[in-house]
């Protein structure tokens, strides 16, 4: 299990390999703003919760793998928006 301190974000970015715009499929490796669900908050987060889908920055995020599975690990700054009604 992990466990965020401060103002991390760890967010699951395991099966985000494309997303549809427009009725195009576009590769994320190809953009600079990825989708990603929110699995962990630090204590001193503020505006984002467990669970919630945001929009972050690629060049800000931290790879991590953990039991096999593939995280980013960003601060709570770098998260660029909240998805809704999704």
């Known amino acids: 299990m992990l466990r965020c301190i401060g ?14 715009k427009n ?4 590769k994320t490796s190809t953009v ?16 984002v919760e467990v669970g919630d889908k945001v929009i972050y920055s690629q060049m800000d995020a ?9 995280y980013s690990v960003i601060n709570e700054k770098d998260i660029l928006a909240i998805i809704w009604g999704e």
Request: charged share 35%; net charge negative; aromatic share 4%.
């Open 7 to 20: 103002k991390n974000v760890i967010l699951d970015s395991s099966d985000k390999n494309e997303y549809e």
């Open 23 to 26: 009725g195009i499929i576009v």
């Open 32 to 47: 600079s703003n990825l989708i990603g669900n929110v699995v962990c908050v630090g204590k001193e987060v503020e505006d």
């Open 62 to 70: 931290k790879k991590i793998v953990y039991e096999s599975n593939e």
